[in-house]
């Protein structure tokens, strides 16, 4: 099988496809599209004039990081979904417990997070340049884009002006997507945010990076359903949960650094890893999406781009509603 091009990104293929991405952002404002929330709006140039280095100093942060564990990018792109997923976009995942109060980010379906150091490392470096002006909810954002981009996935731009948020506690959390959704509970769960079945599978497709731990998915182990796994792949997963446990890391598809269409191919061969990717497959709502992705890795980058950036705008903090952090684990 062909590997994709190693990391780091040529600069002649990084130019090609912030072109295109540009040219995307382009058409969509010639269309009329609007990032308007309320009275106020978010704005692709929210920093040009504030913080003009704002943008280049989270790409290089992450280029760094990303050259000394190409891994981070999983759990950063994960990070911004989690914390978009509760309260919005708000940065409530980044809010250390205090004694009277555990946050979102000790959540047991939130342990596995990574990175908060390198959002601490570009917040340190932009309070030096414009203090008082990056929202650490926008820094979020800025930095899942860029690992989806210098991990081999599409490019994408997304408007800024995120204000950060002041609640983060650990009971909001109940409401993740749970590792053992099916289908039906999926698109459920997605459509009360106002995603489709196709967005949904598109977001899910960001399983493309990483892995998961045993206790995600061990429980389908216990009586094999042949019909929605594979013998061989369970035989792999038994084998990695009985060495080493709950906290056993398995990869989502055969390369868990790089943003391709594997994912979808593993789930055509029953070898999704959690009952939530499977299902994309197995169940007949959502099957052919999963088979186009598959056929298609241009479709699938089309389709995630738009989903993400969708993700991007959930329930934002504009104004007086959220603050600029001066330190993105704490409330001012």
């Known amino acids: 099988m062909m590997q994709k091009t190693s990391y780091p990104l040529s600069l002649a293929r990084m130019a090609v496809y912030y072109t295109l991405g540009v040219a995307l952002v382009i058409e969509m404002v010639a269309r009329g599209f609007s990032f308007e929330i309320g009275a106020k709006a978010l704005s692709m140039e929210h920093y040009v004039v504030s913080c003009p280095l704002a943008e280049g100093i989270v790409r290089d942060t992450l280029s760094r990081a990303l050259q000394d564990d190409p891994t981070l990018a999983a759990p950063l792109l994960r990070m911004h979904f989690h914390d978009c997923w509760i309260q919005g976009c708000d940065a409530s995942i980044l809010i250390d417990s205090t004694n009277g109060n555990t946050a979102e980010k000790d959540s047991p379906a939130n342990l596995s ?157 029953k070898a999704g890893l959690l009952t939530s990717d499977q299902t994309l497959f197995t169940s007949a709502a959502t099957q052919g999406v999963v088979n186009g992705y598959a056929m298609n890795q241009a479709m699938f980058f089309f389709d995630f781009q738009q989903a993400i950036r969708k993700l991007s705008l959930l329930d934002v903090k504009l104004g007086s509603d959220g603050e600029v952090r001066q330190n993105c684990r704490r409330i001012n």
Not at 116 to 122: N, T
Not at 125 to 133: A, D, F, M, S, T
Not at 134 to 156: E, T
């Open 113 to 269: 997070l990574r990175g908060y150091e390198v959002i601490d490392e570009v917040k340190e470096e932009l309070e030096r340049q414009c203090p008082g002006v990056v929202s650490c909810a926008d820094i979020i954002a800025m930095a899942a884009r860029d690992a989806v981009f210098l991990s081999g996935g599409p490019f994408y731009d997304i408007p800024k002006g995120r204000k950060d948020g002041r609640r983060s506690r650990i009971e909001d959390t109940i409401n993740l997507p749970f590792p053992t959704f099916n289908s039906s509970q999926l698109i459920s769960a997605f459509g009360q945010r106002g995603f489709t079945a196709r967005e949904m599978v598109a977001l899910s497709g960001a399983h493309t990076l990483g892995v998961a731990r045993c206790s995600s998915f061990k429980s389908r182990l216990a009586s094999v359903d042949t019909s929605s796994m594979d013998l061989d792949f369970a035989r792999i997963l038994s084998k990695t949960c009985s060495v080493g446990g709950d906290t056993a890391e398995q990869p989502f598809d055969a390369t868990r650094s790089n943003f391709d269409n594997l994912y979808f191919l593993a789930l055509q061969r």
